[in-house]
């Protein structure tokens, strides 16, 4: 059976073999020093060498051009018929450039009697000027005529396969080789885990099938498919599962590439946006246990950035002031920036602050708090204008890098109110510039008030949520989500993404609470085993130092800080709309009860496994997913009738005219403190602000909210022009600096 591949003609060849007299002609030949070109000490045995080594004339007349260059090349490719001087070639073009004593290793002889041979087949590929020696480093290269020889060697060892009529397969490596049945085998038992037995009957049945397709030309892929094809014909559904290639369908690919416009952070984040689906594909059908992974897809719950899952923690909790103070070691990490010296000077601290920022927002998928920044700052307080522009360089500067996902992760830096009053006011002024400089703030604040007086920024801090600020008040460690930090050590990374559909449980539950909290302490327990092994992958990575802040400046490897974090979606539509309890004393009672299961059933499960695990209810990006799963299985009638919005209630919401009419005691405010003390993960208390609000009212909210709340978020949101950036309370429908439509 004859395999035949498309080539565009022997012209292709006679190209390369024309440039190779070309670079032969005008490169030197001058003959080489051996005890300057090449270290080989004792290793050299010039009793080995051919004679014709030693016979090229250094000048030739006009007439000699052809004939050198025909015994050029003969001479080329004498060196080049010995497999020990291919491999040589091909070890310095992939790992180049290497030490003498690197080469002979990586090229198989390790042995003192293999010394000479090794030096022999060296000197001829110099000689040649296929490899060559830097001499001030002491490494050898390939050269760009050794380049182009391995190409052409390439090339005449895949065509000799064709022309022989053998099976040939284009491999993932970008190279054709002969089809070898035995490398399946080798496959199997080693990534399927199959008996050697059984290993070697599914690749029978495969072989037997290539030749009856009479495929043009094999594929890495194609033979993969025909694999695991058979193995689900004879029932062997584990091992085809082990088996199975993660990736994108070509024509997805093309469709990426065709609607490029719609991809954040441009080739970056088309690459970044390509890996993603292949790790989330790798986590649901690889990774995670098969009832975790089918809860998800069926919307019993929901991963948030399941390609990020296994790889990256969702918050970081971290303390500035150390990291900048001690300087910044990657590890080798981040070659191309500049090393992170001790601070000693403003201008150092303005650097050293942005690059830090830039570096340790890729260390985590959502958010870094940062405490300390307000004590990091008071050494530089005789200077407050000086000290508040390079803030806002800072800001501006570190916001650049990319993020990923349309939600980049958000650096918070944690401002109490009852420190240095005119450092802290230095620090709303910067960033209230910088609200204004930027479309879409990548920095966020995190106030407590739990110490200090609100009123005495609550002017400036409303100015910055009109300007689209990212502000969270709390008296306690919080993130941007309203996930509290319960202890006071750092750093401390909380693994989440993870919510609960609540009205998914109700649905199920017949309108039995009883039944309903069973289902959900059902769920929590094995959702909580795959959390923990995220943590265990994520701890592995920091620790090989794929996070190299994480890895080489903090504490974390030893303290094992971590929190795997629960999130309740729904509780409200849940208990009030499907199990039918009324918004009095007793519904609150329920709704109560619920949570203090999902905290009890959290705690246990974390004493066994010895690890915190905390309950939140705060937002999540399942809940739309949840709505239209809900809708498809039980009528969307049924989801309407629960809920007036496109999504499952995300902790509490309140609208600015409610809250003005709240105290301490009012029924709304009791729940949200009760349900903020059961949780001990926190609970995300949003206020809504209606467009084009101005800076008094919202000022008013602010102060309002933190008398009779523990923590609050003002939500409001600022037209932006997606074309110029800008920020206007004017506008609409278009915008009236550069006339565009489109307003975000």
Same mark, same amino acid.
């Given at each position: ?40 000490e004792s290793d050299m045995n010039m009793g080995d060498l051919d004679d014709d080594e030693l016979s090229l004339d250094e000048g030739l007349s006009g007439s000699q051009v052809l004939q050198s260059t025909s015994k050029r ?72 005529? =050794?380049? +182009?020889? /391995?190409? #052409? $060697?390439?090339? !005449?060892? &895949? ?6 009529? %053998? ?24 990534? =399927?885990? +199959?008996? /050697?037995? #059984? $290993?070697?009957? !599914?690749? &029978? ?6 030749? %009856? ?148 927002s890729k260390e985590a998928s959502q958010e870094v708090v940062m405490d300390d920044l307000i004590l990091l700052l008071s050494k530089y307080s005789k200077d407050l204008p000086e000290l508040e522009r390079k803030l806002v ?191 009095n004393n007793e519904g609150q009672g329920i709704l109560y009860k619920v949570i203090e299961t999902a905290v009890d059933i959290a705690s246990k499960k974390g004493k066994n496994l010895g690890i915190d695990i905390i309950v ?129």
């Amino acid at each position: 059976m004859f395999f035949s591949i498309k080539i565009k003609s022997w012209i292709r060849l006679q190209t390369l073999i024309t440039s190779i007299f070309l670079i032969t002609i005008l490169g030197s030949s001058k003959k080489l020093d051996l005890e300057e070109e090449i270290d080989l000490e004792s290793d050299m045995n010039m009793g080995d060498l051919d004679d014709d080594e030693l016979s090229l004339d250094e000048g030739l007349s006009g007439s000699q051009v052809l004939q050198s260059t025909s015994k050029r090349v003969r001479m080329i490719f004498s060196v080049m018929a010995s497999p020990n001087r291919i491999d040589i070639l091909r070890i310095l073009n992939s790992k180049g450039p290497l030490t003498y004593s690197e080469l002979k290793s990586l090229a198989g002889f390790k042995s003192k009697k293999e010394s000479g041979k090794f030096a022999y087949h060296l000197r001829k590929l110099l000689r040649q000027s296929l490899v060559a020696l830097n001499k001030s480093e002491r490494r050898y290269t390939i050269t760009n005529l =050794g380049k +182009l020889v /391995l190409s #052409l $060697a390439r090339q !005449i060892e &895949e065509r000799s396969i064709i022309e022989s009529g %053998k099976m040939y397969v284009r491999t993932s490596h970008s190279s054709i080789e002969e089809f070898n049945s035995q490398k399946i085998i080798q496959s199997l038992v080693r990534e =399927g885990s +199959l008996p /050697l037995e #059984l $290993a070697q009957k !599914i690749t &029978e049945e495969v072989e037997n099938r290539i030749y %009856k397709y009479q495929t043009a030309y094999l594929t890495g892929s194609l033979i993969r498919e025909l694999v695991n094809s058979v193995l689900l014909e004879h029932g062997h559904e584990e091992y085809r599962h082990k088996l199975a290639r993660v990736g994108l369908p070509i024509f997805e690919v093309q469709e990426m590439v065709s609607n490029a416009e719609n991809i954040e952070n441009g080739v970056e984040g088309l690459l970044f946006k390509t890996g993603r689906i292949v790790f989330a594909e790798h986590l649901l059908t690889s990774t995670l246990p098969k009832d975790i992974a089918d809860a998800h897809l069926s919307g019993d719950l929901h991963i948030t950035n399941p390609g990020l899952w296994s790889i990256l923690p969702d918050t970081i909790f971290i303390n500035v002031k150390a990291l900048i103070e001690d300087g910044i070691d990657l590890k080798g990490k981040y070659l191309n920036v500049c090393r992170i010296p001790p601070v000693k000077t403003l201008n150092n601290l303005s650097s050293a602050l942005s690059m830090i920022i830039a570096l340790i927002s890729k260390e985590a998928s959502q958010e870094v708090v940062m405490d300390d920044l307000i004590l990091l700052l008071s050494k530089y307080s005789k200077d407050l204008p000086e000290l508040e522009r390079k803030l806002v360089d800072t800001f501006t500067a570190s916001s650049i890098t990319i993020g990923y996902s349309k939600m980049p992760t958000v650096v918070s830096f944690r401002i109490p109110l009852g420190a240095e009053q005119k450092i802290v006011k230095t620090v709303l002024s910067a960033y209230k510039t910088y609200a204004k400089l930027t479309p879409l703030p990548k920095i966020g604040l995190v106030i407590d008030y739990e110490k200090g007086k609100i009123v005495d920024v609550s002017q400036t801090l409303s100015e910055i949520i009109i300007l689209g600020g990212k502000v969270i008040f709390a008296k306690q460690k919080t993130s941007q989500k309203g996930v509290t930090h319960p202890k006071d050590t750092t750093p401390v990374l909380h693994l989440g993404s993870l919510s609960i559909n609540l009205p998914r449980l109700a649905f199920e539950s017949n309108k039995d609470e009883t039944y309903f909290r069973a289902r959900l302490a059902l769920l929590i327990k094995p959702a909580l085993d795959s959390m923990a092994l995220r943590k265990k992958s994520i701890s592995n990575l920091i620790r090989l130092g794929v996070s190299p802040i994480l890895s080489a400046n903090t504490q974390y490897i030893q303290h094992s800080t971590v929190s795997l974090v629960i999130n309740l979606v729904g509780l409200q539509n849940a208990v009030y709309g499907i199990l039918g309890f009324k918004k009095n004393n007793e519904g609150q009672g329920i709704l109560y009860k619920v949570i203090e299961t999902a905290v009890d059933i959290a705690s246990k499960k974390g004493k066994n496994l010895g690890i915190d695990i905390i309950v939140s209810m705060t937002e999540s990006e399942g809940t739309e997913r949840f709505i239209a799963l809900d809708g498809e299985k039980y009528g969307k009638n049924s989801v309407q009738q629960i809920t007036n919005t496109e999504t499952y209630s995300q902790g509490i919401i309140l609208d600015i005219d409610t809250l003005t009419g709240l105290t301490g005691k009012s029924p709304e405010i009791t729940e949200c403190n009760k349900i903020g003390k059961i949780l001990n993960g926190g609970l995300l208390i949003q206020i809504t602000i209606p467009k084009h609000t101005k800076a008094d009212e919202i000022k008013k909210v602010i102060e309002k909210g933190a008398a009779i709340t523990s923590s609050f978020k003002p939500v409001m949101q600022v037209p932006i022009c997606g074309n110029c950036g800008s920020k206007d309370e004017k506008l609409e429908d278009k915008c009236p600096a550069c006339k565009s439509t489109y307003i975000l």
